[in-house]
């Protein structure tokens, strides 16, 4: 679901959708996650062969991360004097935001909360150790899941350092696979996260706040495995940030990118930003497809050497050559052809072909490259098909059926 300024995201279809793309991740090439809205005819999306399309209007859209702007417009700054709330922040991932916030982002007052408070263990260090790098820091025993809980947390925020930034670190961390999830267990990790985000944007919305972050995980995009449930608590997360109007950048476990996208999401004005440096992930190996969330970023490695038709004659020859076959001979001929302008389009080694029933999206293919391949197909095959043909019939095996019914028959 394109997730535009002022779209408010159905809580339901996004946590299905955040625990589904999870799943994926967890079980490669198994589960197909197609939104399609009520009346429209899910086929279109189904031949799309992207593991995760939104079909609307009669258009398909798949998900592609694409680069923050460097020179993007920035958030409004956060107010040295104010204090920043990190619900969750006596917890791993709310001391590792507390930490950057003082590090990154010159923050000077935290507030952490948690129910236990004071009394969690490591709480009394955190503070100590936020001390010296020249933060005051109030460790709240608050259960945010208690809307007078939270009434209390705000009230007790003094006047003087009033509160600039919420930052939403509290859930409950969860690594059980899809196999052993029951209905409990999902149900504990979703409410972990739903209850306190409501209450929190209820009783924040008359401030005037610079930062409201909601942390995701990046378990939906890169895996790892058994996050199902996060994964669900995730797309909770991210339509409670849609109606908040707050921003949900992704935090990865790793320490030194991990909590980059929170540094995007207070430096940029972009709500909804991902870990990862675009010119680290690099291409994947000669041959091998780039990952379809990553295709708007990174293109496939071409080597010049596969620019060569591998195996396919020239187009004079090729067509004399298809001219004097019939049957099993003529088909192979053809789908030599698709296969070799495939590879090319694609960039992939003719070693590592594509699996002639793997979807074109799946693999690579991008509306560009499916023009490409269809000029490329015409000016050897003489034929005229349009890139429709291509969405139409996405994988080497229905192309090449359709191209051979293109073609004038030799018998
Ligand atoms: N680990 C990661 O790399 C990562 C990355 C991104 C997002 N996340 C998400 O961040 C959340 C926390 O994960 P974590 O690994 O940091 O777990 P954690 O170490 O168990 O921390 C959870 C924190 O939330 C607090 N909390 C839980 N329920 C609360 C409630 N009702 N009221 C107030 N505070 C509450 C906990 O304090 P008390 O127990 O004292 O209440 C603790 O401070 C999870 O939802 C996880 O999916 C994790």
Redesign the pocket.
């Known amino acids: 679901m394109p997730v535009e300024p002022g779209t408010v995201l159905d809580p339901a279809g996004a946590a299905v959708r955040g625990m589904i793309a999870a799943v994926q991740a967890e079980h490669p090439d198994r589960f197909l996650l197609l939104d399609v809205e009520p009346g429209a005819d899910p086929g279109a999306g189904l031949t799309a062969g992207a593991a995760q399309a939104v079909v609307r209007s009669g258009r398909v859209l798949t998900p592609r991360l694409v680069a923050v702007a460097e020179a993007g417009p920035a958030a409004r700054p956060l107010d040295p004097a104010g204090s920043v709330l990190i619900?969750?922040?006596?917890?791993?991932?709310?001391s590792r935001v507390a930490r950057h916030l003082a590090t990154r982002h010159g923050v000077r007052r935290l507030v952490?909360?948690?129910?236990?408070?004071p009394d969690?263990p490591g709480a009394s260090t955190l503070v100590d150790e936020l001390a010296v790098l020249g933060v005051t820091t109030t460790v709240v025993?608050?259960?945010?899941?208690?809307p007078d809980a939270v009434r209390g947390l705000l009230a007790g925020i003094p006047a003087e350092h009033p509160l600039t930034g919420v930052v939403h670190?509290?859930?409950?961390?969860?690594r059980t696979p899809l196999e052993e999830l029951d209905p409990d267990r999902l149900g504990a990790?979703l409410d972990?996260?739903s209850?306190?985000l409501r209450h929190l944007a209820e009783l924040t919305v008359d401030r005037d706040l610079a930062l409201i972050a909601v942390?995701?995980?990046?378990g939906g995009l890169t895996g790892p495995a058994d996050r199902a449930a996060?994964g669900a608590?995730?797309g909770l997360a991210l339509a409670a940030a849609t109606r908040w109007g707050a921003r949900a950048p992704?935090?990865?476990?790793d320490d030194d990118a991990?909590l980059s996208a929170l540094s995007a999401a207070i430096d940029t004005a972009e709500r909804f930003p991902v870990p990862g440096r675009p010119g680290r992930w690099g291409a994947p190996a000669p041959g091998r497809p780039v990952p379809p969330l990553l295709r708007g970023l990174v293109r496939p490695r071409r080597r010049s050497a596969y620019r060569a038709a591998a195996g396919v004659e020239p187009a004079d020859r090729w067509t004399e050559l298809l001219r004097s076959q019939v049957g099993a001979e003529r088909e192979k001929t053809v789908a030599d052809l698709v296969r070799a302008q495939l590879v090319q389009v694609l960039g992939l080694s003719p070693d590592e072909p594509v699996e002639p029933d793997r979807g074109f999206f799946e693999v690579g293919l991008d509306s560009l490259m499916a023009l490409d391949l269809t000029r490329r197909l015409n000016s050897h095959a003489g034929t005229s098909l349009t890139p429709a043909s291509v969405f139409n019939h996405p994988t080497q095996a229905a192309l090449t059926r359709h191209l051979l019914d293109r073609l004038a028959p030799s018998e």
């Not at 952490?112 to 408070?117: D, K, Q, T």
């Not at 942390?215 to 990046?218: G, K, S």
């Open positions: 619900v969750g922040g006596t917890g791993r991932t709310g952490l909360a948690g129910r236990r408070g969690t025993a608050c259960d945010v899941s208690d670190a509290a859930g409950m961390a969860d990790v972990a996260r209850e306190s942390l995701t995980t990046t996060t608590a995730d992704m935090v990865a476990s991990g």
